[in-house]
């Protein structure tokens, strides 16, 4: 049978696993080791792969390609400001996205992903001696479409059939999970190279179900690294009025120097950072050494505010799931950060309960992507992977309203549909606004793209059944359908890379929800409220025109009530006044049409579509039906 493996796509560091007489087995480089650099260097005509290529970092320092996920499947405009920190020389590409350039050269980071890929399989075929074709590969929780897209091509480019894109602390959920029977409630958390993740999830009798997850995608080790960087050339910029920084071989080697100091602080009380030639005195032109000792309370010190971060998510993550800390049976800790002392404390502070360390940081994620590949190709079974959609989704419907289709935190796969209607007379179409966020008001959330469904006939306001469907696959990828139910007419759209969401967004969208609260309340109620009296104002109207016994007597009531309505829609009434205006329009038309049904001529409900004047236009308005 094909084999099929899982891969840890990280920042820093890869790990490819595979299924082995019924255990997930991490599978060695051609080095002999257990982890792959997630690094790639040009040199002269060279192309070089992992470690090699990260030793040879600091006298390549524009050559090697490193930290390559923070910008796969971005845009240039969420990520230049990291971009500018970076050694090598990135640039906006054409498209709007990154483009690595390195000599007269220019790298998407689909394809430089697609070599650390392409390296972590061939090596892995060469020791288990069987070509591998097939893999599962995993990307943090908050990643986005365009992300995980990319990221899936990435594994396309490297030659690989990607099975699936599962999200990491699911991964390592599974690895964990897979021997348990009882029901827990697991909180996974992933402090890795780049991105901090963390999730609570529901696992037992081979079910994983993930509750909620949180996370930011702009904390990591590396950070820790700059921390240091930071404070190192600092201090040798006032000794010597040099920055560090501006050198690229010299930002390399702090670099380099700083990580290893952080590692060496995990178990050891302090750490002396020494580098020799590491830049010319301007005065004097004699070389400057950098020597520095770096106890493990400083750099506490140092990654304090980054650690401070760490909190937000998990509280998120724990109101998200609907759960108080102490029903966390047990903490998973994932990403070689998690292995800094100061991170474990924190952990175990806020939660209030020692984190499981029996499980290797390094490795799980991999292992549980390799379950899942087996899951895919039959060699598991009884086990079930549900994931979840990191912010709700949903569509625009009259009066810029957000109305939700699937909640934040909603198991994925999962496929939604709901009827809605047409708040005009005579649309022939509608325009689907998607949108991603949590603000009531469709200006306030993300717009993901927009389609039309056009082609049906003209029929009364709330007479067509438009059907829309929101599915999203098990890759996190959304497909939007909207069908007209009289017509079967269909349209439909992919969620494509156009439009990307940071996760720096994504918090802020859920935090600007939490703080815009109120606010948003009132803006909807607002909305709902001028709609049901333009609603009824289309309905008063409908039943008059419709009503051919009635003399002009009996309608100028209601059709005075209509103009007044009419004014006070076109201005901005005060709420209080439309439900007002809505009570008397709505007596007035109770009113009329008993007069008419005692009088015989209640004939005039559903009017002909067929009467009612062309109107090719297309509008947005619509509402959900009912
Ligand atoms: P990952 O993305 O999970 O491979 O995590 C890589 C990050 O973990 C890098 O920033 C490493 O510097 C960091 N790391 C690895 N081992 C340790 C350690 N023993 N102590 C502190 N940080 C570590």
Redesign the pocket.
């Known amino acids: 049978m094909a084999k099929a493996v899982g891969i840890d796509l ?4 890869s790990v490819i696993a595979i299924m082995e007489a019924g255990e997930p087995t991490v599978l060695v480089n051609n080095e002999g080791n257990r ?1 792959t650099s997630s690094v790639v260097a040009f040199k002269e005509d060279q192309r070089l792969v992992g470690q090699v290529a990260k030793r040879q970092a600091v006298l390549n320092p524009t050559g090697t390609l490193f930290e390559v996920k923070r910008y796969i499947g971005r845009t240039w405009d969420e990520i230049k400001h990291e971009a500018e920190r970076a050694p090598y020389d990135v640039v906006k590409g054409e498209d709007g996205g990154v483009r690595f350039v390195v000599g007269d050269k220019k790298y998407t980071p689909e394809e430089i992903s697609a070599l650390v890929l392409r390296k972590m399989v061939d090596d892995a075929s060469t020791s288990l001696g069987e070509k591998i074709t097939k893999a599962v590969i995993t990307v943090p929780a908050y990643f986005n479409n365009s992300q995980r897209e990319a990221t899936q091509n990435a594994g396309k480019i490297a030659g690989l059939e990607v099975l699936r894109i599962v999200n990491e602390p699911t991964a390592a959920s599974l690895a964990y999970g897979l021997d348990k029977k009882g029901n827990e409630t697991v909180l996974v958390f992933d402090l ?3 991105t901090f993740d963390v999730s609570i999830l529901e696992v037992g009798d081979g079910v994983f179900e993930v509750r909620s997850t949180s996370g930011d995608t702009h904390l ?3 950070d ?2 700059y921390a240091i960087v930071n404070w190192l050339a600092e201090d040798f910029k006032k000794e010597y009025n040099v920055d560090l920084r501006k050198d690229k071989q010299a930002l390399q080697r702090l670099l380099e120097a700083s ?1 290893k100091a ?2 060496e602080l ?1 178990g050891l009380p302090e750490s002396t950072i020494s580098l020799p030639f590491i830049a010319m005195d301007p005065a004097s032109n004699a070389p400057l050494y950098l020597e520095k000792k770096l106890t493990r309370s400083t750099f506490e010190d140092l990654i304090s505010p980054l650690l401070g971060r760490v909190r937000g998510p998990v509280e998120q993550a724990l109101k998200d799931a609907k759960i108080g800390k102490d029903e966390i049976d047990e903490i998973i800790l ?4 998690t ?2 002392p100061a991170v474990k404390k924190i952990v175990k502070d806020m939660l209030g309960k020692e984190p499981n360390q029996t499980v290797n ?2 490795e799980v994620v991999a292992l549980g992507a390799a379950i899942q590949a087996g899951v895919l190709i039959g060699d598991v079974e009884d086990i079930v992977l549900l994931d979840v959609t990191p912010l709700s989704l949903g569509v625009e419907t009259k009066g810029s309203v957000f109305t939700k289709l699937i909640e934040r935190n909603t198991t994925v796969p999962v496929r939604k549909t709901e009827t809605f209607t047409t708040a005009e007379h005579n649309q022939t179409g509608v325009e689907v606004h998607v949108l991603q966020g949590e603000r009531s008001m469709a200006t306030d959330n993300k717009s993901l793209g927009r389609f039309k469904l056009e082609g049906f006939p003209p029929m009364p306001a709330g007479m067509p059944q438009i059907e829309i469907t929101y599915d999203i696959d098990a890759n996190g990828i959304l497909h939007v359908t909207a069908k007209e139910k009289s017509t079967s007419k269909e349209a439909s759209i992919t969620i494509q890379n156009t439009t990307t969401l940071a996760e720096d967004e994504v918090e802020r969208m859920v935090n600007d929800a939490r703080a815009h609260a109120e606010d948003d309340r009132k803006a909807r109620e607002y909305a709902e409220a001028k709609n049901q009296l333009d609603s009824l104002r289309l309905q008063a109207k409908k039943v008059v025109d419709d009503a051919e016994g009635a003399t002009d007597d009996q309608k100028a009531p209601v059709l005075k009530a209509v103009e007044e309505v009419e004014a006070a829609l076109g201005t901005d009434t005060p709420k209080e006044r439309l439900e007002e205006l809505t009570k008397e329009l709505a007596e007035k038309l109770q009113a009329f049409q008993q007069e008419l049904g005692a009088a015989g001529a209640a004939a005039g409900e559903a009017g002909s579509a067929a009467e009612a004047d062309e109107d090719d236009v297309i509008d947005a308005d619509f509402k959900p039906a009912g």
């Open positions: 990280g920042t820093t560091n982890t890795g190279g780049g990591g080790g590396s820790m690294d990580e952080k590692i995990s994932v990403g070689g950060s292995r800094v940081p390094d």
